[in-house]
RNA sequence: GUGGGUAUAGCUCAGCUUGGUUAGAGCGCCAGAUUGUGGCUCUGGAGGUCGAGGGUUCGAGUCCCUUUACCCACCCCA
């Protein structure tokens, strides 16, 4: 045997959590997903790897797929067309091109699965990722009722969550898009302007101004009322007021205007209060697949954690990969980005390292038989329960509670086996109670 | 892809400017004080090729060069 160790080392941008993390994460994990299925979305899951070509349907491969390869392998067998999906909304289009004939629609379906990037990673920013999905999608049409109904997700997921206050921020795109067209800006133009837009909070309107002059060539009258229109933000009533006040008459603004109040009257019956909700008209996303409605959220207190869920309406899903016409609407919530912010923030703390409820303590090797039966009985009644089985001293066996926070030890030594009145000890405040043997599952039951 | 920064114990870091006995601290870990009781305290202990390679020097964790890895920011996004 050599003495060489090898140095233990994670693929950086591939994150991985302590067992006391990972429940938490876990946990919020499991609100994503009751918060999709109380709107009626159904899961599915796709394969890790997709055929390259169906990954580059959109033309170019992106520089960020990565493809599978077996370096040892023959050369006539290597196979190069397999890759890891770089987001969950190509591999539901061929989904759903494949199984057009067996869905329903409007099919609402939620996805919450790994994919990768190769990206540069740095803080927040990974390789390997949970993205949560859902999205309705429409055969022919989909009613823009289902774009109102989306913020409704998102806002029982985060509330449930109880990260802090929040704020999910609306707009529709063609309202600016409208503008712009009745301007006579030509398409490709206006879909760029709408990308510049986008950076408006974030670089300021003096540089936004610039862009639109010099990057797509817009009169800087337009460019200027561009920007007074993407300024516009608030609660949506008011927006909607001031929107109506203006005079275009753009087939597309009006479309674009009547979706997002179809979207602001409805919210308050959805059950979205207005403090959690903005219409903000700059934003646009950069995504040049969205033609209307377009959603963020961000964490009030923690804005510079940048959007925590996003999405948006798009006209044709699966336009690569079938003639059916499928408008949609969906958002996604990066949560191993959250994940990762909330933990740093202090927002979310780690939990309890063990999930056991109980640890049965073993002072008398002989009676072990009593202790498995006393674990059998709290393991039927479905509470996590664990047997110390290691042959260490009792203070050892105390200490081990206390350090994987399980909350309660149960105790039986030569004094309880006689009287068959065993102790239970609260580890949280240190109390202990002696306890009827027969009445094990009751007493422990009323103290968790 | 562009621009910065860091690399010393399991973790977070000090030491480097002004090279010089056995390289330190806190936390964590193990053991004991208390052989039927955790957290607090005290005592003791284990644990380091100072990222790697080369150079300068009597002597390098410290100075110089190369290299690798990681971190942060930009771009883009979740």
Redesign the pocket.
């Known amino acids: 045997m050599t003495d060489s160790i090898i140095?233990p080392?994670a693929?950086?941008?591939f994150p991985e959590w302590l067992p006391e993390e990972e429940a938490e994460f876990q946990r919020l994990l499991g609100i994503v997903k009751k918060g999709f299925e109380t709107f009626g979305f159904a899961p599915i899951e796709t394969p890790a790897a997709e055929l390259l070509e169906v990954l580059a349907s959109k033309g170019e491969i992106n520089k960020q797929i990565y493809t599978l390869a077996r370096p040892n392998a023959a050369e006539e067998e290597r196979e190069t067309d397999m890759a890891l999906h770089f987001?969950l909304t190509v591999p539901l289009a061929r989904y759903v091109a494949m199984n057009f004939d067996k869905l329903s629609f409007p099919f609402r379906r939620y996805q919450i699965q790994k994919?990768w990037?190769g990206?540069?990673?740095?803080?927040?920013?990974?390789?390997e990722?949970y993205?949560c999905d859902i999205d309705v999608i429409g055969h022919e049409s989909l009613d823009p009722l289902n774009d109102a109904e989306i913020p409704a997700v998102i806002y029982g997921i985060f509330t449930k969550m109880q990260i802090g206050a929040f704020v999910i921020r609306v707009s529709n795109r063609k309202i600016l898009q409208g503008i712009l067209l009745e301007f006579a800006t030509p398409a490709e133009i206006a879909m760029e302007a709408l990308?510049i837009v986008?950076?408006l909070p974030?670089?300021g309107a003096d540089a936004v101004q610039h862009d639109l002059e010099t990057g797509c060539g817009l009169p800087s009258e337009l460019a200027a009322h561009i920007i007074e229109i993407a300024g516009i933000s608030g609660r949506g009533a008011d927006v909607m007021e001031r929107l109506e006040k203006n005079n275009h008459s753009h087939p597309l603004y009006l479309e674009g205007a009547e979706e997002l109040k179809l979207l602001v009257t409805n919210l308050a019956a959805l059950g979205v209060p207005d403090d959690a909700f903005e219409v903000d008209l700059s934003i646009t996303?950069?995504?040049d697949y969205y033609t209307g409605t377009v959603y963020e959220t961000f964490l009030r207190d923690y804005s510079q954690l940048?959007?925590?869920?996003?999405?948006g309406r798009y006209d044709n899903l699966a336009s690569h990969f079938t003639t059916q016409h499928l408008p949609g609407v969906g958002i996604?919530?990066?949560l191993?980005?959250?994940f990762s912010n909330l933990l740093d923030a202090g927002i979310v703390k780690p939990s309890a390292k063990s999930p056991s409820k109980v640890l049965v303590s073993v002072?008398d090797r002989a009676r072990l038989k009593d202790y498995f039966s006393a674990a059998t009985e709290l393991r039927h009644a479905g509470i996590p329960t664990e047997v110390f089985l290691e042959n260490?001293?009792?203070?050892?066996q105390?200490?081990y509670?206390?350090?994987k926070g399980i909350p309660l030890?149960l105790?039986?030594?030569?004094?309880?086996f006689a009287t068959g009145t065993w102790?239970l000890?609260?580890?949280?405040?240190?109390?202990?109670t002696s306890i009827s043997r027969k009445e094990l599952v009751t007493c422990v039951s009323s103290l968790l």
């Open positions: 140095e080392r693929v950086s941008g987001d994919v990037r990206e540069r990673p740095q803080k927040g920013r990974f390789r990722f993205q990308r986008d950076r974030k670089i996303r950069g995504l940048g959007s925590i869920c996003s999405g996604s919530i990066g191993t980005r959250l002072m260490k001293r009792f203070k050892a105390i200490k509670a206390d350090k030890v105790i039986a030594g030569e004094t309880e102790l000890k609260d580890m949280r405040n240190g109390i202990q």
